[in-house]
């Protein structure tokens, strides 16, 4: 792989094609990169972030082939683990290197890699470095995604080195993005998973990065972008609250038929309305399917049979996840269908508590559904339709 992006601008980072899980929780299915770079100034070397301590190993490797025999500086961007965790073992290589990061970062990795407070040099926001002929400059960019994130911008060279932010979880062989769309989708799952929430920062943080001329944003997760154009605005896209897509999303989990055949009936009756629409299988879907979705999907409908009388556990679960990633969904749904009794509705709708969303009234059937449910999701169809209508969606 080509690892040079310009003059003693180097990436000597890691891919991991094997990894398929983040956090026990994010599904990696082409795997994951922890990227660092090794910039050589006239006077002062810097490496900017580190790789996860499963790869020290290939990271130390990485820069003796690049003939880094002094480090002067570790930046770090961020203190998870993932970019930190190998600090330790690069200040042991490299006694003399000082880590240079903010002052929330530098509580954080004392707290989670229990260093030393004389191993750091505190930067300021806006605050500048020079390397000799390269100059350094620091941007805070916080929650994306933790309190203490922040992006080194390489002046001379107009590289962006935003750690997390703009990232992707993949795995490749070539330092630039080669095909975007598949990039596209990588980055909007990782942003789905992680950075959503916190949209309201993020979209600080891109005004904040506006005035800088941007060449090249180097990530540490994911290919570098060689046309910053094609992150920059697809995140102006993804974080803007007005934008969304003409698209119900039905997570739906059925157990003897009668949820999957409402389902079916529904997703036919959207579609006769032009609505678009896809019907996620809560069962078998890998999640970050369906959170690539939730990015811009104009409305949710959750579908479910009752187990016992409360929601089926998947949906129970499709809920939380909703709640925990805040999408900018306007518009959601509940449909499904129970035995005896059903506390559904109040266990979904809990769970939805702090989206600012519209719910439609539920649509329940008991047992296998019959004329007046199919009549109720024609009546669900109608109210979307006029709700992505007025959103100009149709
Ligand atoms: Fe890639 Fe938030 O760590």
Redesign the pocket.
Known sequence: MMTTLTENVFSVGVQDWDRRLFDELIPLPHGTS?NAYLIKGSEKTALIDTVDPAKTGMLMDHLVRRGADKIDYIISN?A?Q??SGSIPDVLLMYPDAKVVTNPKCKSMLMDLLHMDADAFIEVKDGQTLSLGNKTLQFFYTPWV??PETMCTWLQEDRILFS??FF?SHQASGFLYVQDEHKVLEAAKRYYGE?MMPFRNSIRGNLKKLEPLQIKTIAP??GPVYDRPALILDAYRNWVDEDKHKNEVIIAYVSMHGSTRGMVEYFVDALIERGVGVKQINLITVDLGELVIDLVDAATVIVAAPTVLVGAHPAAIYCAALLGALRPKTRFAGIIGSYGWGSKMVEQITGLLGNLKLELFDPVLAKGLAAEETFSALDGLADKILAKHRQLRLV
């Open positions: 922890y961020h998870e993932d970019h995604h933790w750690c997390d990232g992680i540490s997760h």
